[in-house]
């Protein structure tokens, strides 16, 4: 009986155990869907490093004070991004066309601030739709991101969100201002209740009478601590 000896090949091992290992990493990367790379994941802070932080507002009611909202960010040379309900913009397109006029950033909030997760796919896109057509019939430009109205999210959504071109944006800094619409020390103080959060940060607010009292102090007191105040496109545009 004749035994025969295969030649160890060293190179041919370790390129085996190379394509092996590859294929292990690449089975948990899809398994799982890294945040970052893969599935649909809604974006709640930019850290830059850079010392930034996006000031928004969700628009639906509250019509009564954006106007002296704007005024307070023009005086103070601050760009806000405004997330914009398609119904209310067709109740107020000249509101909006000094918004967008005076160099804020448009954004999507649905059309009807209807919760998303409640919604079939084919409502989900025609919220989507309905308040870009709105928007978009009014300013000429189409919105690139969309916040869920009551922050009301999941993959499903996100995914119809993003098949339509959005980045869905979420918030790491939460005012609570519909809540204490009558506290104004209160609204300026949850943004600076941690530190941390402030780079990178992003604040949701909404047009309440509390927001309006609030805003000079908050971006007085965010100025103090030399953070650039930007919009989101800025702040996650790497």
């Not at 639906?60 to 601050?78: C, M, Q, S």
């Not at 928007?135 to 999210?153: L, T």
């Not at 959504?157 to 104004?184: F, H, R």
Request: net charge negative; with cysteine.
């Amino acid at each position: 009986m004749k035994i025969y000896f295969i030649p160890f090949n060293k190179k041919l091992i370790i390129t085996i155990g190379i394509i092996i290992l590859l294929a292990v990493l690449l089975f948990f990367l899809f398994s799982f869907k890294s945040i970052s790379t893969f599935g649909y994941s809604p974006i709640y802070e930019g850290k830059t490093g850079k010392n930034e932080i996006a000031l928004t507002c969700n628009v639906v009611w509250g019509t009564e004070y954006i106007p002296d909202i704007l005024n307070v960010l023009k005086n103070e040379n601050v760009k806000m991004t405004f997330y914009i309900g398609g119904k209310w913009a067709e109740e107020n397109p000249e509101l909006l066309k000094r918004i967008y006029q005076e160099g804020h950033e448009i954004g999507s909030h649905g059309y009807d601030h209807k919760k998303p997760t409640e919604l079939s796919d084919e409502n989900n896109k025609n919220e989507i739709v309905k308040a870009e057509q709105a928007i978009e019939k009014i300013i000429g430009v189409k919105p690139a991101f969309f916040a869920p109205p009551y922050g009301d999210i999941d993959e499903r959504t996100s995914e119809i969100a993003e098949s339509l071109g959005y980045k869905v944006i979420m918030w790491n800094i939460d005012t609570i201002d519909w809540k204490y619409k009558d506290n104004p020390q209160m609204i300026h103080d949850r943004v600076f209740n941690n530190e941390k959060k402030l780079d990178g940060g992003i604040v949701l607010m909404h047009p309440t009478d509390g927001t309006l009292k609030a805003l000079p102090s908050i971006i007085k007191d965010i100025k103090q601590k030399e953070i650039n105040m930007v919009t989101i496109s800025e702040l996650i545009k790497e």
